[in-house]
């Protein structure tokens, strides 16, 4: 085997917390302030891991799964997305759907954990998880489904590895719709601006955030861990439909899907910079636009 | 196809015949190799908390309750809460029922609310269906009369009707 893909894999995994550090370094610059170090996130996850642990009393074995289900499932995600043209480690026919799933999973021990704590705050961002994933997933799957036909090919490896900017030329609009679609579902599943913001400090207001108020220490750590892995997973589809550089020479497609990658969580601060989170009641719409778009690009490339 | 004709095929199909011995025999394979390395992620990840939190205090203490002291089950989300926003996107469908007297005036009486989502499937499609049957049936009761001279009767005009047939 190849051991570039897995070198891409633990590059990916060692450098997803930055991802995080330019998003709130633009938003940042935007509000004029100097803000948080680029490497936050490692700090953040230093800190963590060097502390104890509390427990609720009201939970059980279901909360301690959590954490670990949770990012075990993202880790192994990683391992299906293709980086810069290099197919990913882990690559075969029906994997996008596994993909899907190990997404599913990951949010139905986070909901499951947060349910454990009888907490009704938890309860609420749990139930609204729970609704706004239901309607990012198609869109999501969609997207899938639209790549693949393009390319006659069941794997994302090879799916997103046959695109390039002559097939920019020839299926815009296809590429277009799945792009924006992949943003939106971006947005939506790594619970930022416009469906979720992740520095507020209200519970009623929080989503993801108030799902995981009882984690601490090491829990905190891990469930932060595979919200960045999740924030590269799926911005590595999206910079993979967006940017599809083919030079030939590996490390340079390699490198600019990394600038890429910093250029999308640019892209993330600009939108969180320069918008409110959508009012609850209209975040279904949005998501269910992501749906419409990909439902569209699936028919164009079957018609 | 087996796995003989593959090579004819454009090399991007990668499926093989869906039910090919070689095809089924890939197919477990990467089934249980991804099973066991997801497992093994999950469990990596809970040896390393576990090692983690070796002589660290973990404490145990009360659900987050931004202040609120004494929480109790009644509280929790319940499980109608928890689907609510997805039945209210749904509710064309669902059809929600709702009962019961809202607060009203400065000084409210004692007010109740209760919301019931049957299952529309039963309620609109099986239970018609079922009853509709159930009643085109019922008018058949007169041949059930528990005499069993009356069954022996039904198997011999059944044989003979049988019989004339075959003859006919």
């Known amino acids: 085997m190849d051991a570039a893909p897995v070198l891409r894999y633990l590059l990916a995994f060692a450098l997803a917390p930055l991802l995080g550090g330019v998003i709130t370094k633009t938003k940042a610059f935007f509000a004029g302030r100097t803000g948080a170090p680029l490497l936050q996130g490692y700090f953040d996850l230093a800190k963590l891991l060097r502390k104890g642990t509390v427990y609720s009393t009201t939970t059980s074995w279901v909360f301690r799964a959590g954490p670990v289900v949770t990012v075990g499932a993202v880790a192994v995600a990683l391992a299906l997305v293709p980086m810069g043209g290099t197919p990913a480690p882990l690559a075969f026919p029906g994997d996008f759907l596994l993909l899907a799933y190990l997404f599913a999973l990951a949010r139905f021990f986070t909901i499951a954990a947060a349910l454990d704590t009888g907490s009704a705050f938890e309860g609420m961002g749990a139930s609204r998880e729970a609704q706004f994933s239901a309607l990012a997933e198609p869109g999501l799957v969609l997207c899938f489904l639209a790549l693949t036909r393009s390319a006659g090919d069941l794997s994302l490896s090879v799916s997103l590895g046959a695109l390039s900017f002559?097939?920019?030329?020839?299926?815009?609009?296809?590429?277009?719709?799945?792009?924006?679609?992949?943003?939106?579902?971006?947005?939506?599943?790594?619970?930022?601006?416009?469906?979720?913001?992740?520095?507020?400090?209200?519970?009623?207001?929080?989503?993801?955030?108030?799902?995981?108020l009882d984690h601490g220490g090491p829990d905190l750590a891990l469930v932060e861990a595979a919200s960045w892995l999740k924030l590269w997973v799926l911005g590595a589809l999206v910079v993979g439909v967006a940017v599809p550089v083919r030079t030939g020479i590996p490390a340079l497609d390699g490198g600019v899907f990394l600038a890429a990658m910093l250029l999308l969580g640019v892209a993330v601060g600009v939108v969180e910079s320069a918008m409110a989170r959508l009012r609850l009641l209209r975040v279904p719409q949005l998501l269910v636009a992501s749906g419409v778009l990909a439902a569209l690009a699936t028919a164009l490339i079957s018609g | 196809?087996?796995?003989?004709?593959?090579?004819?095929?454009?090399?991007?199909?990668?499926?093989?015949?869906?039910?090919?011995?070689?095809?089924?025999?890939?197919?477990?394979?990467?089934?249980?190799?991804?099973g066991l390395l997801a497992a093994a992620a999950v469990a990596a990840a809970a040896v390393a908390r576990r090692l983690l939190l070796r002589g660290r205090t973990v404490a145990a203490g009360p659900t987050w309750g931004c202040g609120y002291a004494a929480p109790s089950p009644r509280m929790q989300y319940t499980a109608s809460s928890f689907a609510q926003p997805l039945v209210d996107l749904f509710r064309p469908v669902l059809r929600t029922e709702t009962a019961g007297t809202p607060p009203s005036g400065p000084f409210p009486a004692p007010a109740s609310f209760a919301s019931a989502t049957p299952d529309p499937a039963d309620r609109r499609l099986y239970r018609?269906?079922?009853?509709?049957?159930?009643a085109l049936f019922g008018r058949l009761r007169w041949v059930q009369q528990g005499r069993i001279q009356l069954y022996l009767l039904y198997l011999v005009a059944t044989l003979l009707i049988l019989l004339l047939w075959k003859v006919r």
């Open chain 1, 166 to 212: 002559a097939a920019w030329r020839s299926h815009a609009a296809v590429l277009a719709l799945v792009a924006a679609a992949l943003f939106i579902v971006f947005l939506a599943e790594n619970a930022r601006i416009p469906v979720d913001d992740p520095t507020t400090h209200l519970e009623l207001t929080m989503i993801h955030e108030v799902m995981v």
């Open chain 2, 1 to 34: 196809m087996d796995d003989a004709d593959r090579g004819s095929v454009t090399p991007k199909l990668t499926l093989p015949g869906p039910n090919s011995e070689t095809a089924v025999r890939r197919r477990t394979a990467v089934s249980l190799f991804v």
């Open chain 2, 128 to 134: 018609p269906v079922f009853a509709g049957v159930a």
